[in-house]
Nanobody
Framework: QVQLVESGGGLVQAGGSLRLSCEASGYMFSIKTMNWYRQAPGKARELVAVITSGGSTNYAESVKGRFTISRDNAKKAVYLQMNSLKPEDTAVYYC????????WGKGTLVTVSS
């Protein structure tokens, strides 16, 4: 079955960096677009970054220039490098793939202190 497992979250001071990882299994990882979403307390889940099977990327305006999404097809993993973190980046970060339906990991919590 499809599984997505995120890791790498934690507590960091404003201006710091974190690298999130998502390990995928149960489908043909290399041919699928992968997404990172986040959900802050009391807010709707929002799309943060996208990477296609060909490596093209797209970002939410709020993270452009600070976050970088990448993938390693051999490891079936997608990453989110987050630099210059701000308190408003505090959220649970989710890995997502859209197949016949949307699949989600359980998320990893990122807390940015001011």
């Amino acid at each position: 079955q499809v599984q997505l497992v995120e890791s790498g979250g934690g507590l960091v001071q404003a201006g710091g960096s974190l690298r999130l990882s998502c390990e995928a299994s149960g489908y043909m990882f290399s041919i699928k677009t992968m997404n990172w979403y986040r959900q802050a307390p009391g807010k709707a889940r929002e799309l943060v970054a996208v990477i296609t099977s060909g490596g093209s990327t797209n970002y939410a305006e709020s993270v452009k220039g600070r976050f970088t999404i990448s993938r390693d097809n051999a490891k079936k993993a997608v990453y989110l490098q987050m630099n210059s973190l701000k308190p408003e980046d505090t959220a649970v970060y989710y890995c997502n793939v859209r197949l016949a339906m949307d699949y989600w990991g359980k998320g990893t919590l990122v807390t940015v202190s001011s």
